[in-house]
Protein backbone atom coordinates (compact mmCIF):
# COMPACT_ATOMS: atom_id res chain seq x y z
CA UNK A 1 0.00 0.00 0.00
CA UNK A 2 1.59 3.43 -1.01
CA UNK A 3 2.17 6.04 1.42
CA UNK A 4 0.11 9.01 0.72
CA UNK A 5 2.88 11.16 -0.39
CA UNK A 6 3.31 8.79 -3.39
CA UNK A 7 -0.33 9.91 -4.15
CA UNK A 8 -0.12 13.66 -5.44
CA UNK A 9 -3.66 14.25 -5.74
CA UNK A 10 -4.59 12.39 -2.70
CA UNK A 11 -1.98 14.61 -0.53
CA UNK A 12 -3.94 17.84 -1.98
CA UNK A 13 -7.46 16.83 -0.61
CA UNK A 14 -5.37 15.67 2.56
CA UNK A 15 -4.29 19.22 3.29
CA UNK A 16 -7.26 20.92 1.89
CA UNK A 17 -9.39 18.72 4.16
CA UNK A 18 -6.78 19.42 6.93
CA UNK A 19 -6.27 22.89 6.82
CA UNK A 20 -10.09 23.44 6.54
CA UNK A 21 -10.56 22.12 9.72
CA UNK A 22 -9.83 25.08 11.55
CA UNK A 23 -11.46 28.05 10.23
CA UNK A 24 -14.43 26.01 9.31
CA UNK A 25 -14.43 25.55 13.57
CA UNK A 26 -13.27 28.89 14.40
CA UNK A 27 -14.86 31.30 11.33
CA UNK A 28 -17.32 29.71 9.75
CA UNK A 29 -19.09 28.25 12.46
CA UNK A 30 -19.62 31.89 14.75
CA UNK A 31 -22.92 31.99 12.68
CA UNK A 32 -23.90 28.69 14.47
CA UNK A 33 -22.95 29.15 18.09
CA UNK A 34 -24.69 31.25 20.95
CA UNK A 35 -22.38 34.40 20.80
CA UNK A 36 -21.22 33.76 24.95
CA UNK A 37 -19.47 30.58 23.43
CA UNK A 38 -17.11 32.18 21.59
CA UNK A 39 -14.18 33.80 22.62
CA UNK A 40 -13.36 37.21 22.21
CA UNK A 41 -10.09 36.50 20.54
CA UNK A 42 -11.75 34.38 18.11
CA UNK A 43 -14.50 36.57 17.90
CA UNK A 44 -11.61 39.73 17.00
CA UNK A 45 -10.10 37.27 14.83
CA UNK A 46 -13.42 36.82 12.41
CA UNK A 47 -13.90 40.53 12.95
CA UNK A 48 -10.31 41.54 11.56
CA UNK A 49 -10.93 39.56 8.62
CA UNK A 50 -14.18 41.11 8.05
CA UNK A 51 -12.34 45.05 8.29
CA UNK A 52 -9.48 43.46 6.43
CA UNK A 53 -11.28 41.49 3.08
CA UNK A 54 -14.68 43.38 3.48
CA UNK A 55 -16.29 40.03 2.81
CA UNK A 56 -19.98 40.99 2.61
CA UNK A 57 -20.90 36.96 3.05
CA UNK A 58 -19.22 36.78 6.64
CA UNK A 59 -19.34 40.43 7.72
CA UNK A 60 -23.39 41.25 6.61
CA UNK A 61 -24.95 43.20 8.93
CA UNK A 62 -27.82 41.15 8.42
CA UNK A 63 -28.50 37.18 8.22
CA UNK A 64 -28.53 36.23 4.41
CA UNK A 65 -30.20 33.02 5.04
CA UNK A 66 -29.34 31.26 1.56
CA UNK A 67 -25.46 31.35 2.97
CA UNK A 68 -26.49 30.88 6.86
CA UNK A 69 -28.13 27.78 5.23
CA UNK A 70 -24.52 26.77 3.29
CA UNK A 71 -23.23 27.20 6.65
CA UNK A 72 -25.75 23.96 8.25
CA UNK A 73 -24.52 22.31 5.25
CA UNK A 74 -20.96 22.52 6.15
CA UNK A 75 -21.67 21.75 9.80
CA UNK A 76 -24.12 18.49 9.08
CA UNK A 77 -22.18 17.05 6.04
CA UNK A 78 -18.97 18.73 5.04
CA UNK A 79 -17.37 19.31 8.32
CA UNK A 80 -17.74 15.57 8.94
CA UNK A 81 -16.60 14.56 5.63
CA UNK A 82 -13.19 16.80 6.10
CA UNK A 83 -12.20 13.80 8.94
CA UNK A 84 -14.03 10.87 7.53
CA UNK A 85 -12.01 11.50 4.68
CA UNK A 86 -8.36 12.90 5.65
CA UNK A 87 -8.27 9.96 7.43
CA UNK A 88 -9.56 7.40 4.90
CA UNK A 89 -6.94 8.77 2.67
CA UNK A 90 -4.24 8.54 4.57
CA UNK A 91 -4.99 5.52 5.34
CA UNK A 92 -5.41 4.83 1.40
CA UNK A 93 -8.65 3.39 2.43
CA UNK A 94 -10.42 3.60 -0.66
CA UNK A 95 -13.86 3.53 0.54
CA UNK A 96 -14.01 7.06 0.40
CA UNK A 97 -13.58 7.26 -3.00
CA UNK A 98 -15.42 4.38 -4.39
CA UNK A 99 -18.64 5.16 -3.20
CA UNK A 100 -21.20 8.36 -3.87
CA UNK A 101 -19.74 10.17 -1.24
CA UNK A 102 -16.95 12.02 -2.91
CA UNK A 103 -18.74 13.12 -5.80
CA UNK A 104 -21.77 14.34 -3.77
CA UNK A 105 -19.31 16.28 -1.44
CA UNK A 106 -17.59 17.65 -4.58
CA UNK A 107 -20.48 18.88 -6.24
CA UNK A 108 -22.41 20.26 -3.11
CA UNK A 109 -19.16 22.51 -2.66
CA UNK A 110 -18.37 23.47 -5.61
CA UNK A 111 -22.47 24.73 -6.14
CA UNK A 112 -21.86 26.49 -3.03
CA UNK A 113 -19.21 28.04 -3.55
CA UNK A 114 -20.35 29.36 -7.59
CA UNK A 115 -23.22 31.12 -5.94
CA UNK A 116 -20.83 32.74 -3.19
CA UNK A 117 -18.76 33.94 -6.14
CA UNK A 118 -21.69 35.17 -7.98
CA UNK A 119 -22.96 37.21 -5.40
CA UNK A 120 -19.83 38.88 -4.56
CA UNK A 121 -18.45 39.49 -8.32
CA UNK A 122 -21.77 40.53 -9.33
CA UNK A 123 -23.67 42.61 -6.78
CA UNK A 124 -22.86 46.19 -6.51
CA UNK A 125 -25.01 46.35 -3.41
CA UNK A 126 -21.89 45.77 -1.42
CA UNK A 127 -19.21 48.42 -3.00
CA UNK A 128 -16.43 46.34 -3.44
CA UNK A 129 -13.62 47.70 -5.44
CA UNK A 130 -12.53 45.29 -8.63
CA UNK A 131 -9.44 44.81 -6.22
CA UNK A 132 -11.43 43.54 -3.56
CA UNK A 133 -13.52 41.31 -5.43
CA UNK A 134 -10.02 39.70 -6.71
CA UNK A 135 -8.94 39.11 -3.21
CA UNK A 136 -12.30 37.54 -1.93
CA UNK A 137 -11.95 35.59 -5.27
CA UNK A 138 -8.72 34.41 -4.69
CA UNK A 139 -9.92 32.81 -0.98
CA UNK A 140 -13.15 31.47 -2.23
CA UNK A 141 -11.52 29.61 -5.55
CA UNK A 142 -8.96 27.14 -4.21
CA UNK A 143 -12.62 25.61 -2.64
CA UNK A 144 -14.06 25.36 -5.83
CA UNK A 145 -11.17 24.16 -7.75
CA UNK A 146 -10.21 21.11 -5.80
CA UNK A 147 -13.98 20.18 -4.82
CA UNK A 148 -14.22 19.87 -8.77
CA UNK A 149 -11.03 17.97 -8.68
CA UNK A 150 -12.90 15.78 -6.30
CA UNK A 151 -15.79 15.30 -8.32
CA UNK A 152 -13.63 14.62 -11.39
CA UNK A 153 -11.05 11.61 -9.26
CA UNK A 154 -14.33 10.13 -7.88
CA UNK A 155 -15.63 10.31 -10.67
CA UNK A 156 -13.11 8.86 -12.71
CA UNK A 157 -12.13 5.57 -9.77
CA UNK A 158 -15.67 4.79 -9.83
CA UNK A 159 -16.34 4.31 -13.63
CA UNK A 160 -12.83 2.47 -13.26
CA UNK A 161 -14.59 0.50 -10.35
CA UNK A 162 -17.36 -0.14 -12.49
CA UNK A 163 -15.48 -1.73 -15.77
CA UNK A 164 -13.47 -3.57 -13.44
CA UNK A 165 -16.46 -5.28 -11.95
CA UNK A 166 -18.02 -5.75 -15.45
CA UNK A 167 -15.11 -7.50 -17.07
CA UNK A 168 -14.97 -9.75 -13.72
CA UNK A 169 -18.32 -10.86 -14.04
CA UNK A 170 -17.73 -11.84 -17.47
Same mark, same amino acid.
Given at each position: ?10 ? %??? #? &?? *? ?8 ? /????? @?? $? ?47 ? %??? #? &?? *? ?8 ? /????? @?? $? ?53 ? *? ?8
Amino acid at each position: MPGILSRPLDL %IFV #I &YF *ITHIPPTLLL /DFQAL @YP $SDWVPQSIKDLLSLYIQTYRDPLVGSPVTLYWFKSFIICEALFQFPFFI %IAS #I &YL *IKDNRDCYDT /DISPV @YG $SHVATTVIASLAEVMFNDKYGLTVNEQYVLCGFYIPYLIIPILMVIDSSYRINRL *IVNNKIKSN
